[in-house]
């Protein structure tokens, strides 16, 4: 199998089990919502806001290193066990020691026995992260999509029976513990690892200066994530926030189901291919220009659908959220290549150079958040959206200087699928007229029709317009779909 077919195929892979995760998850999230009140879930959250932190940092980034390394030895892959298992007990014992204090500080008492008992997924995690790391090194996305979903599973009917039987908030956190015991009884043997104990300090050092930067940008694109919920909540109240945070992470579902799923396979053959600048350079560049193909149709739709689709998915007390989710769908473009240069960052081992950039936008977010505020939840959509910009272009220039490419080959790649999207954009814009004044009492009508028209003209334009750097793509899809005849292998 070739590297393209290669890649295709584990990207095929990451994205059917995305949307098989997101689809469980939505289901049984609401199943448990109809068992548990609020509460509940608050309490969670809340402890989350610790734990989550603190998994940053216990991670260290080594399961990463350990994909992205040019060689990794089953030595290795015990060290970083090794490693993870002791910060993991020492994390552990750390929340044990100091739940009592962050009970305390909240009034509830029940924080206490909920951090003690969440904080043993801790302890945990080495044994499923160090064989996923071996499967994601090793491409083999086909094994981990079935194992996440798996676990899924056994995790959301472990809370879904004990919600039943009035366990109230223990229910959540005993289901993520059952799907982490689940996912080692699975992973292992599929993995084909053994938990081994082994040290060698040097290699530890080796992988640990590469995990740590990888840890940093993580917990910087976290903290940036949560300085706007952070800000808004301080200055506008909780409704402003929970209404600006549903149009941002609608803005950034059709990048996490595409961008997302082609980032695993892309940083592993980019990896391999670390020293090889030509082949390097046609993979990022490819996956930017397929990423835009199938991710900015979505936003092209949210643009113009965002008002009637919040209404009749979510209901009139939302509809505050579809003005700054219109603006924030502007950046689509901006999410595709922010995502797809960080694999190249990775990959090449650029993280302190990325860690300033992350820091930066960091910086940056804060202001913008601020300066918008005068403006109401429309004026902060336009803040985060310049951005969103500046994070995409400084990315972009750290990609192409580890390629040593050039500005001309990323416009290049972006030429086919910008222009598939413009001609969209305009029969949306000319489709509008034509019903919108027919049904405009009636947005879900107008919604459907909107996206079957959309979808079936951006389908037939993708098939049959000549696209320069997308010959191959339009003639897999042809084949798929018995327009082409399929090749015979040799």
């Known amino acids: 199998m070739s590297r393209g077919q290669s890649i295709r195929s584990s990207t095929q892979w990451v994205f059917a089990g995305g949307i098989g995760n997101q689809a469980l998850g939505f289901i049984f999230g609401v199943i448990l919502a109809r068992l548990l009140v609020p509460a509940d879930f608050g309490a969670l959250v809340t402890i989350q806001i610790f734990t989550g932190l603190v998994g940053y940092i216990a991670g260290g980034g080594m399961g990463q290193a350990l994909v992205q390394s040019r060689e990794a030895s089953n030595e290795d892959y015990q060290m970083v066990f090794t490693l993870q298992l002791l910060i ?35 302890v945990l995690r080495p044994f499923v992260n160090v064989p996923n790391a071996k499967l994601f090194r090793e491409m083999r996305f086909k094994e981990n999509t079935f194992i996440s979903m798996f676990t899924l599973l056994v995790s959301s009917l472990t809370s879904i029976t004990l919600a039943w039987q009035g366990y109230g908030v223990w229910s959540l956190v005993w289901g993520g513990l059952a799907g982490s015991v689940t996912g080692i009884f699975v992973v292992t043997p599929i993995s084909g690892w053994k938990p081994g104990l082994r040290f060698d300090f040097g290699r530890a050092r080796e992988l640990a200066s590469y995990g740590f930067k990888v840890s940093a940008n993580d917990l910087a694109v976290y903290l940036r994530g949560q300085t706007s919920n952070f800000i808004l909540s301080h200055q506008l109240g909780t409704t402003a926030v929970g209404l600006f945070n549903k149009a941002d992470s609608l803005s950034q579902m059709p990048n996490n189901m595409v961008s997302g799923a082609v980032y695993h396979p892309v940083f592993r053959a980019l990896s391999k291919e670390q020293d090889n600048l030509d082949k390097s350079r046609y993979l990022y560049f490819r996956a930017v220009s397929l990423v835009c193909l199938y991710s900015l149709p979505f936003y092209v739709g949210l643009w113009w659908l965002a008002d009637p689709f919040v209404l009749a998915v979510y209901g009139a007390k939302w509809q505050a959220a579809a003005q700054p989710l219109t603006i924030l769908a502007l950046g689509g473009l901006f999410y595709a290549i922010e995502n797809q240069s960080g694999a190249v960052a990775a990959a090449q081992n650029q993280l302190g150079i990325e860690l300033r950039i992350q820091l930066t936008s960091w910086a940056l977010m804060a202001a913008a958040v601020y300066s918008g505020l005068h403006y109401g939840l429309n004026g902060v959509a336009w803040s985060l959206l310049a951005v969103y910009a500046f994070n995409a272009v400084a990315m972009s220039w750290l990609a192409q200087r580890c390629l040593e490419a050039r500005w001309r080959m990323l416009l290049d790649a972006l030429k086919a699928p910008l222009l598939l999207n413009f001609i969209l954009f305009a029969c949306l814009w000319l489709l509008d007229h034509f019903i919108h004044a027919l049904v405009h009492d009636k947005p879900v009508v107008y919604m459907l029709g909107m996206v079957a028209t959309g979808a079936a003209f951006y389908t037939v334009l993708f098939l049959f317009m000549p696209l320069s750097g997308l010959h191959t793509e339009q003639a897999t899809w042809k084949r798929k779909i018995g327009l082409l005849p399929r090749l015979q292998p040799k």
């Open 88 to 122: 993991g007990i020492a994390v552990y014992a750390a929340f044990f020691v100091f739940s009592p204090l962050i009970a305390r500080w909240f009034d509830n008492p029940l924080y206490s026995s909920l951090l003690k008992l969440s904080a043993l997924s801790f």
